[in-house]
């Protein structure tokens, strides 16, 4: 295992969400902690234990990550956003959105106010998510009282006078809208509140509670003083404003700095459907005259003129120069309008702000490790420009080929934007026209189906087309590629990954020529690294595809198991070997599975594994 003091001694004493990786840069484990410096320090002592799958994963950390939030029910959500968009190994997987609930105030002419599971695009106005369906209920039922919300399910203003009132009319708790007690207007006032208080003015109801609490302490009614008290605990819980998830549902991006006399980290927060799903950070060398406008507009310019998105809003820490034609500009690549805009105050301005605090903690604790980090993908990508006499190289693409003998012939795609992994682009194919093992015959099939959908351009990944393509091999597989662009009309550099007689890389050939790469540079380890990226992805599908066809045919043997089953064992383990090694309560957590299932599945393989009759790793 790695040494990590001198990273474990800048971890900040405050919540936020830690990012463990493997030597891959894959996310292997996302967790949130009250306080970055304890929790994550735990992992790396000795006498740490918590248990053989926790064990696995400190023993495969490579490095970690960290952001930095302002509560801890902020790190909680942001660390249920990251793991639905990553899916790390070694984190127990959430089932569905069910987590969090939301406050939902209906769209109708007479609207209720409920708690929903999910945010649907509807007229209906949603707060939250909040942590405690508890709270949420007992504000709920509160508002409703305070307020005389109806809660039937009648259809108004169609249905006003058609029945009696319920009883909820009769104890006081709703004005009956349904019999035409109350006008609209009034009703809609009634509503206004219920909305301030759910957008945040909370003081006006927790200041009748604790009024009533008093009341009934003094007049020796304590139980009441009590149910005053737990009502007001409720209110409290939902007044915990988080910024991690809008309740709007947009795309936006979050950008916000922290520079020094010499150096600048720029932080942008990728904020999906309303959930902050992710962070990058960049690296800028400025000058001690340049302006913090300067800066972020050079940003926005240099970011955005690369990256194949780019989201309805983007919300920035101060104005930009030519915001209006910058915005055009923006307008006409996304082909839909696009806002700059600089938050002055709400949840917007405290998202911003802790994008600038991640920043800040960026620039004065891990500076040294960025100038390395740079070098590594941005230097050595320059590097590889120079030697192959390039201009503008951002974004590289390579392919390999997997089978044996022919047999499930899969390739891959593997993409690196700026030196790094581009995870959301990589494509997997699984060949149709090819028989035997004709590893010419398979590129050209890959190929030819990467740049036709990229031209249909029906897939995101596929529609940004590559600076340079590098084909794992010399002179014949650069050939095959440049066929198939010849035959598409497309002009893109191509360029060999020559390997030595040890099968290790020793120069790049490009234009006819071969061309010797320095061991020791950073380009020579950027180009081993894509190498081997794009080895692995082809390995790990082709694994995958035979170990499914294994487990599928083992899966069969037992008892109590039909297709439904089958398919979502399949589906949620990756090899016959993880459902082998997985628990009752790992089998249980698969949709369709439950507890007689899980331990019939569990039996079989124990019993097998003692019968000598199934070996996981002969599949693999």
Same mark, same amino acid.
């Given at each position: 295992?790695?040494?990590?003091?001198?990273?474990?001694?800048?971890?900040?004493?405050?919540?936020?969400?830690?990012?463990?990786?493997?030597?891959?840069?894959?996310?292997?484990?996302?967790?949130?902690?009250?306080?970055?410096?304890?929790?994550?320090?735990?992992?790396?002592?000795?006498?740490?234990?918590?248990?053989?799958?926790?064990?696995?994963?400190?023993?495969?950390?490579?490095?970690?990550?960290?952001?930095?939030?302002?509560?801890?029910?902020?790190?909680?959500?942001?660390?249920?956003?990251?793991?639905?968009?990553?899916?790390?190994?070694?984190?127990?997987?959430?089932?569905?959105? %069910?987590?969090?609930?939301?406050?939902?105030?209906?769209?109708?002419?007479?609207?209720?106010?409920? &708690?929903?599971?999910?945010?649907?695009?509807?007229?209906?106005?949603?707060?939250?998510?909040?942590?405690?369906?508890?709270?949420?209920?007992?504000?709920?039922?509160?508002?409703?009282?305070?307020?005389?919300?109806?809660?039937?399910?009648?259809?108004?203003?169609?249905?006003?006078?058609?029945?009696?009132?319920?009883?909820?009319?009769?104890?006081?708790?709703?004005?009956?809208?349904?019999?035409?007690?109350?006008?609209?207007?009034?009703?809609?006032? %009634?509503?206004?509140?219920?909305?301030?208080?759910?957008?945040?003015?909370?003081?006006?109801?927790?200041?009748?509670?604790?009024?009533?609490?008093?009341?009934?302490?003094?007049?020796?009614?304590?139980?009441?003083?009590?149910?005053?008290?737990?009502?007001?605990?409720?209110?409290?819980?939902?007044?915990? %404003?988080?910024?991690?998830?809008?309740?709007?549902?947009?795309?936006?991006?979050?950008?916000? &700095?922290?520079?020094?006399?010499?150096?600048?980290?720029?932080?942008?927060?990728?904020?999906?459907?309303?959930?902050?799903?992710?962070?990058?950070?960049?690296?800028?060398?400025?000058?001690?005259?340049?302006?913090?406008?300067?800066?972020?507009?050079?940003?926005?310019?240099?970011?955005?003129?690369?990256?194949?998105?780019?989201?309805?809003?983007?919300?920035?820490?101060?104005?930009?120069?030519?915001?209006?034609?910058?915005?055009?500009?923006?307008?006409?690549?996304? $082909?839909?309008?696009?806002?700059?805009?600089?938050?002055?105050? $709400?949840?917007?301005?405290?998202?911003?702000?802790?994008?600038?605090?991640?920043?800040?903690?960026?620039?004065?604790?891990?500076?040294?490790?960025?100038?390395?980090?740079?070098?590594?993908?941005?230097?050595?990508?320059?590097?590889?420009?120079?030697?192959?006499?390039?201009?503008?190289?951002?974004?590289?693409?390579?392919?390999?080929?997997?089978?044996?003998?022919?047999?499930?012939?899969?390739?891959?795609?593997?993409?690196?934007?700026?030196?790094?992994?581009?995870?959301?682009?990589?494509?997997?194919?699984?060949?149709?026209?090819?028989?035997?093992?004709?590893?010419?015959?398979?590129?050209?099939?890959?190929?030819?189906?990467?740049?036709?959908?990229?031209?249909?351009?029906?897939?995101?990944?596929?529609?940004?087309?590559?600076?340079?393509?590098?084909?794992?091999?010399?002179?014949?597989?650069?050939?095959?590629?440049?066929?198939?662009?010849?035959?598409?009309?497309?002009?893109?550099?191509?360029?060999?990954?020559?390997?030595?007689?040890?099968?290790?890389?020793?120069?790049?050939?490009?234009?006819?020529?071969?061309?010797?790469?320095?061991?020791?540079?950073?380009?020579?380890?950027?180009?081993?690294?894509?190498?081997?990226?794009?080895?692995?992805?082809?390995?790990?599908?082709?694994?995958?595809?035979?170990?499914?066809?294994?487990?599928?045919?083992?899966?069969?043997?037992?008892? $109590?198991?039909?297709?439904?089953?089958?398919?979502?064992?399949?589906?949620?383990?990756?090899?016959?070997?993880?459902?082998?090694?997985?628990?009752?309560?790992?089998?249980?957590?698969?949709?369709?599975?439950?507890?007689?299932?899980?331990?019939?599945?569990?039996?079989?393989?124990?019993?097998?594994?003692?019968? $000598?009759?199934?070996?996981?790793?002969?599949?693999?």
């Amino acid at each position: 295992m790695k040494d990590f003091e001198e990273e474990l001694k800048k971890l900040p004493d405050c919540p936020g969400v830690y990012i463990m990786h493997d030597d891959t840069d894959t996310i292997i484990y996302i967790g949130k902690a009250v306080s970055l410096r304890k929790r994550v320090r735990q992992y790396f002592q000795p006498s740490h234990d918590e248990g053989i799958k926790k064990k696995q994963m400190v023993e495969n950390i490579d490095h970690f990550e960290y952001m930095i939030t302002d509560s801890e029910l902020e790190a909680l959500v942001l660390e249920c956003n990251l793991i639905k968009e990553h899916t790390p190994k070694y984190n127990t997987m959430l089932r569905d959105d %069910k987590t969090y609930p939301y406050i939902k105030v209906t769209g109708e002419d007479y609207p209720r106010v409920m &708690m929903a599971r999910q945010m649907k695009k509807d007229k209906s106005k949603y707060f939250g998510p909040y942590t405690s369906i508890g709270a949420v209920k007992d504000t709920i039922e509160l508002l409703n009282k305070i307020y005389g919300i109806r809660t039937c399910n009648r259809v108004l203003p169609r249905d006003i006078g058609k029945n009696r009132p319920c009883l909820n009319y009769h104890i006081h708790q709703c004005d009956a809208p349904c019999q035409g007690y109350v006008s609209k207007e009034e009703y809609t006032e %009634k509503i206004r509140g219920v909305m301030e208080f759910l957008g945040g003015s909370y003081q006006p109801v927790m200041n009748y509670l604790q009024g009533k609490m008093e009341e009934a302490s003094e007049n020796l009614e304590f139980e009441k003083a009590i149910e005053y008290r737990e009502l007001l605990n409720s209110v409290s819980q939902i007044a915990q %404003k988080q910024k991690i998830t809008n309740t709007d549902g947009e795309d936006k991006d979050v950008i916000a &700095m922290a520079a020094d006399d010499t150096d600048a980290v720029v932080q942008v927060f990728f904020v999906r459907n309303g959930k902050l799903i992710g962070r990058d950070h960049f690296h800028l060398h400025v000058g001690t005259e340049d302006k913090e406008t300067e800066i972020l507009t050079e940003f926005v310019k240099q970011f955005y003129s690369g990256t194949p998105f780019i989201p309805r809003e983007i919300m920035l820490q101060s104005p930009v120069e030519d915001m209006e034609i910058l915005e055009q500009w923006l307008t006409k690549k996304r $082909g839909k309008r696009v806002y700059l805009r600089v938050p002055q105050k $709400g949840m917007k301005e405290k998202l911003v702000d802790l994008a600038a605090k991640n920043a800040m903690l960026v620039l004065s604790q891990d500076k040294e490790k960025l100038k390395r980090e740079e070098g590594r993908t941005i230097g050595a990508v320059k590097e590889i420009q120079e030697l192959l006499g390039l201009q503008g190289l951002m974004r590289m693409e390579a392919y390999d080929i997997s089978n044996i003998s022919g047999f499930q012939a899969v390739g891959s795609m593997v993409v690196y934007e700026k030196g790094k992994p581009k995870r959301s682009d990589y494509r997997k194919f699984r060949l149709k026209n090819v028989d035997g093992p004709n590893d010419y015959a398979s590129m050209e099939e890959v190929l030819t189906r990467r740049f036709v959908h990229g031209m249909e351009k029906e897939d995101e990944g596929f529609r940004r087309f590559p600076d340079l393509i590098m084909m794992d091999g010399g002179r014949g597989q650069v050939n095959i590629c440049l066929k198939v662009l010849e035959n598409l009309r497309l002009n893109i550099p191509v360029c060999g990954m020559v390997k030595d007689d040890r099968h290790r890389t020793r120069g790049l050939y490009f234009n006819n020529v071969e061309i010797p790469i320095d061991t020791h540079s950073e380009a020579f380890k950027l180009i081993t690294r894509i190498q081997d990226e794009a080895h692995r992805f082809a390995i790990t599908y082709h694994k995958s595809l035979r170990s499914k066809e294994q487990v599928h045919s083992i899966l069969d043997e037992i008892p $109590g198991i039909g297709p439904a089953r089958r398919k979502a064992l399949m589906q949620h383990f990756a090899s016959l070997e993880e459902v082998k090694n997985a628990t009752i309560e790992q089998l249980e957590q698969v949709p369709t599975m439950n507890r007689i299932s899980a331990r019939q599945v569990y039996e079989f393989f124990q019993k097998s594994g003692e019968n $000598g009759q199934v070996n996981g790793n002969s599949v693999l």
